[in-house]
Structures are given as structure tokens and as C-alpha cells.
Nanobody
Framework: VQLVESGGGLVQPGGSLRLSCAASRGILRVNDMAWYRQAPGKERELFARIRIKGHTSYADFVKGRFTITRDTGNNTMYLQMNSLGAETTAVYYC???????????WGQGTQVTVSS
């Protein structure tokens, strides 16, 4: 199993970013997946998930601003983030849900920093 997150960076408040999660072949077809984030000094938290059949759900604090999608043909999951605020600053990870694809395995994550 390999998960590679990318697309993070520095963005101004109110801006947008699109994160990508490149997964090992076939992973997205057979696993419920999710996006997690870890803000400085805080624990990692789940905020968006997509089920095998495509149903999505979001934490209240991102609902209406973030959209999770996936392309199983390209083995890539995405996170479109709009209307970013300073509270969005964190390292973003993808992984399985409700548990990691491999015990204790996480990719390197991608840093998102929202600042003017």
C-alpha cells in the first residue's frame, strides 16, 4: 500500500486548493477512504470521507466548502477546498476509513498553510 498526498501550499485567506492522493492500484475501488488533517498542536482528525459506492460525508466545519472525489481509473482521490481560512492550516493526509489501510501507516501528508 502506498499513499502519496500532494497539492498543498501557501494560499491566502478565501483562496482555494485542490489536494490529490495517489494510491496504490485498486485501493480506491475496494476501500472506503477519507481525508484527515492535523493542525499544529492538535491530534489528527477526520473531516471528509467517500464510501466505495461513492457516498460522501463531511464534518460540519468543512461542509459546503470542501468536496471529496475520486478517480478509480487513475487511482487518485481529490479534495477541493474553497473559502479557506486560517483554521485550515494543517498537514493533510488521506487514508482508509474507519481504519488505516495498514496499521499505523500514513503517507507523508501535504502541508496547507493559509496566510496573508
Amino acid at each position: 500500500v502506498q499513499l502519496v498526498e500532494s497539492g498543498g501550499g501557501l494560499v491566502q485567506p478565501g483562496g482555494s486548493l485542490r489536494l490529490s492522493c495517489a494510491a496504490s492500484r485498486g485501493i480506491l475501488r475496494v476501500n472506503d477512504m477519507a481525508w484527515y488533517r492535523q493542525a499544529p498542536g492538535k491530534e489528527r482528525e477526520l473531516f471528509a470521507r467517500i464510501r466505495i459506492k461513492g457516498h460522501t460525508s463531511y464534518a460540519d466545519f468543512v461542509k459546503g466548502r470542501f468536496t471529496i472525489t475520486r478517480d478509480t481509473g487513475n487511482n487518485t482521490m481529490y479534495l477541493q477546498m474553497n473559502s479557506l481560512g486560517a483554521e485550515t492550516t494543517a498537514v493533510y493526509y488521506c487514508n482508509g476509513w474507519p481504519r488505516t489501510l495498514v496499521p499505523r501507516y500514513w503517507g507523508q501528508g501535504t502541508q496547507v498553510t493559509v496566510s496573508s
